[in-house]
């Protein structure tokens, strides 16, 4: 079975600046993906970035970028420059790899508030 | 626009009636999910579909049922059954290259 725990309830953060959202998971399978969801306050989920369990490098997508430590089994989700509009939960999920059907299993979640 | 549609956005129902959910995506994706939100919670997968006509129990189906008669069409009803129906529905399709999952806006269904 896996299992994502992300243990930051929730934060706060200045505007411009980084802030870094812990993603911690347990799995048996060789091959996985993670995932980065934003869910603002309006409730639709918003994929940020993804990082598969072979991949060589850390994921990037503009001011998102994926801290992989794969011995560590964490994946946590670095946000620079954080704007306004960075204020929402933010969930960490993970997958059996490249795979139709992907099922996904989700983190509890981190409310990141970003303040002027 | 492709995206995934999800109606109604509120809906009201009274306690022992059944109600259907809607779901419809133009994202030509063959899995198609529906997860279940409590508040302050993470998202937790009700059923799920790799393909027409066929369809999987997640990890909380009890209560739930639902239909994959089209590839774009994915309805939810939550049955009687189901002990505490009041929480945030979120359908979602999936076929990208990393096969990431799209979500629609989402239903909130309340039972009075």
């Known amino acids: 079975a896996q299992k994502i725990t992300q243990t930051q309830p929730g934060m706060f953060v200045q505007e411009k600046e980084a802030v870094t959202l812990d993603c911690t998971y347990d799995?048996?399978?060789?091959?996985?993906?993670l995932f980065w969801y934003k869910q603002p306050s309006s409730g639709e989920m918003i994929f940020l970035i993804y990082?598969?369990?072979?991949?060589?490098q850390n994921a990037t997508e503009g001011r998102y970028s994926l801290n992989f430590q794969k011995a560590r089994k964490s994946a946590n989700l670095v946000i620079s420059a954080s704007q306004l509009g960075d204020s929402a939960m933010y969930f960490c999920?993970?997958?059996?790899?490249?795979?139709?059907?992907?099922?996904?299993?989700f983190g509890g979640g981190t409310r990141v508030l970003v303040k002027p | 626009d492709g995206g995934i549609t999800q109606s109604p956005k509120y809906l009201f129902r009274k306690e022992g009636q059944n109600v259907t959910l809607s779901c419809e995506q133009n994202?030509?994706?063959?899995?198609m999910y529906w997860y279940r939100q409590d508040p302050g919670q993470g998202l937790r997968l009700i059923y799920y579909?790799?393909?027409?006509?066929?369809?999987q129990k997640g990890d909380i189906a009890e209560g739930y049922s639902v239909s994959r008669e089209k590839k774009e069409s994915f309805p939810l009803t939550v049955t009687s059954a189901q002990k505490n129906p009041t929480a945030f529905y979120l359908c979602?399709?999936?076929?990208?290259?990393?096969?990431?999952?799209?979500f629609g806006p989402g239903t909130r269904l309340t039972v009075l």
């Open positions: 979602a399709s999936s076929g990208g290259l990393r096969n990431e999952q799209f």
């Open positions: 799995t048996s399978d060789p091959s996985y993906g």
């Open positions: 990082q598969g369990s072979y991949d060589q």
């Open positions: 999920a993970m997958g059996p790899g490249l795979a139709a059907g992907n099922k996904l299993t």
């Open positions: 994202l030509n994706h063959d899995a």
């Open positions: 579909s790799q393909i027409v006509n066929d369809f």
